[in-house]
């Protein structure tokens, strides 16, 4: 007993493995920013701004990861949809720190959403509601999401990235409607 305890003792830790240098946003085209997160270099530098003071670690260990490296890992994932393990194994880290990041960066947009995101309230509300019942019997109903593909003249640059199944130049939009079928911005 007291040998196989010794063996236990004496046995070295493995070395602990630190990820190597992921790229920065400057090492990508915008083309490859928006192909692998859905979003362009200012608006991945927006989103980090917006939330940095939240995903900061208060941690001395030198270790701790950067806002944009959770931001990065978290949008991958909203656009790629795949598994942690295949995002830690794309960026380096472990499937448990890819985890962490994106409950991180969900929940620190989770804070912020009310600065973005406007919701009828009150009477306006219920009223709302009492529509979207009335006319499809649909309860608890506040708005509609439908898209469409507006046409547009076709751009100069990255054009074979506008054309659309059909085959003409559009950009598709996507937007939420009342009961009455309008757009209501600033609500």
């Known amino acids: 007993m007291a040998d196989l305890l010794f063996d236990r003792l004496a046995t070295p830790r493995r070395p602990r493995k630190f990820s190597p240098k992921q790229k920065s946003l400057d090492d990508y085209t915008n083309e490859e920013l928006i192909s692998r997160f859905r979003f362009g270099k200012d608006s991945i530098n927006f ?10 670690r208060s941690t001395r260990r030198n270790q701790a990861l950067e806002p944009i490296d959770q931001v990065l890992i978290a949008l991958r994932f909203y656009a790629s949809g795949a598994f ?38 009150g009477d306006k509300l219920t009223s ?22 507006i046409r547009i003249q076709a751009p100069r640059d990255d054009e074979k ?12 939009v996507q937007g939420i409607c009342d009961h009455e079928g309008e757009f209501k911005l600033n609500t």
């Open 47 to 56: 989103i980090c701004d917006l939330l940095k003071d939240k995903l900061m």
């Open 84 to 121: 942690l393990q295949v995002i830690g194994d794309t960026f380096g880290f472990d499937k448990g720190t890819v985890s962490r990041s994106i409950t991180a960066v969900t929940n620190a947009l989770i804070e912020r959403q009310s600065e973005f995101i406007k919701w009828p309230t």
């Open 128 to 149: 709302i509601k009492n529509h979207f019942y009335n006319v499809a019997g649909f309860p608890a109903v506040v708005g509609c999401v439908d898209g469409t593909h």
């Open 161 to 172: 990235g506008y054309i659309n199944r059909k085959g003409y130049h559009s950009i598709n």
